[in-house]
């Protein structure tokens, strides 16, 4: 009896442990840090998987969190300035608004954010919006990919390029 209720209390206290363990439900992308001189991006990486990407998955016209699951984020270590408009040192959410010829690049304050949800109600904390060309490359690119060449925050998806400049 003493041998039954004994693995009992261990089935029961595994069944706990796995159970409390699992409390975050896994990304449906990989994820992928890029840092450069003075600055940082945490995103996800979604895949094309055939999809028509911007104009398609990714609305024009809409907030988009630029990657998957939770929103970007951007982080500058020094002072700077993102597409020609000054920018302090911090970290913020990155949201784009894709259209077939350009975007545009909205910093917003607020952290923690989910995907796009919740952006028109954090609107007030933007910090800074500028509009840059898009271009189409006749090489298509599987994964969403941001990249930190000198002087430049670099995004890449499908066909669709875009730079923006980043001076510190």
């Given at each position: 009896?003493?041998?039954?209720?004994?693995?009992?209390?261990?089935?029961?206290?595994?069944?706990?442990?796995?159970?409390?363990?699992?409390?975050?439900?896994?990304?449906?992308?990989?994820?992928?840090?890029?840092?450069?001189?003075?600055?940082?991006?945490?995103?996800?990486?979604?895949?094309?998987?055939?999809?028509?990407?911007f104009?398609?998955?990714?609305?024009?016209?809409?907030?988009?969190?630029?990657?998957?699951?939770?929103?970007?984020?951007?982080?500058?270590?020094?002072?700077?300035?993102?597409?020609?408009?000054?920018?302090?040192?911090?970290?913020?959410?990155?949201?784009?608004?894709?259209?077939?010829?350009?975007?545009?690049?909205?910093?917003?304050?607020?952290?923690?954010?989910?995907?796009?949800?919740?952006?028109?109600?954090?609107?007030?904390?933007?910090?800074?919006?500028?509009?840059?060309?898009?271009?189409?490359?006749?090489?298509v690119?599987?994964?969403?990919?941001?990249?930190?060449?000198?002087?430049?925050?670099?995004?890449?998806?499908d066909?669709?390029?875009?730079?923006?400049?980043?001076?510190?």
């Amino acid at each position: 009896m003493k041998t039954l209720r004994f693995l009992l209390v261990m089935l029961a206290v595994a069944t706990t442990s796995t159970v409390f363990a699992q409390d975050k439900k896994p990304r449906a992308s990989a994820h992928s840090t890029v840092e450069g001189a003075n600055i940082k991006v945490t995103y996800g990486q979604p895949k094309k998987k055939g999809r028509d990407i911007f104009g398609g998955l990714v609305p024009y016209g809409q907030v988009w969190r630029t990657g998957a699951d939770e929103a970007t984020e951007i982080t500058f270590t020094k002072d700077a300035t993102f597409g020609g408009k000054p920018v302090k040192a911090g970290t913020y959410t990155l949201f784009t608004i894709p259209t077939a010829t350009e975007w545009t690049f909205i910093l917003n304050g607020k952290l923690g954010q989910w995907g796009a949800y919740d952006y028109e109600k954090n609107k007030s904390q933007d910090v800074l919006s500028v509009k840059v060309p898009s271009s189409k490359e006749s090489k298509v690119t599987e994964e969403f990919t941001i990249t930190l060449p000198p002087g430049k925050l670099v995004l890449d998806w499908d066909k669709t390029h875009v730079e923006v400049p980043v001076k510190f």
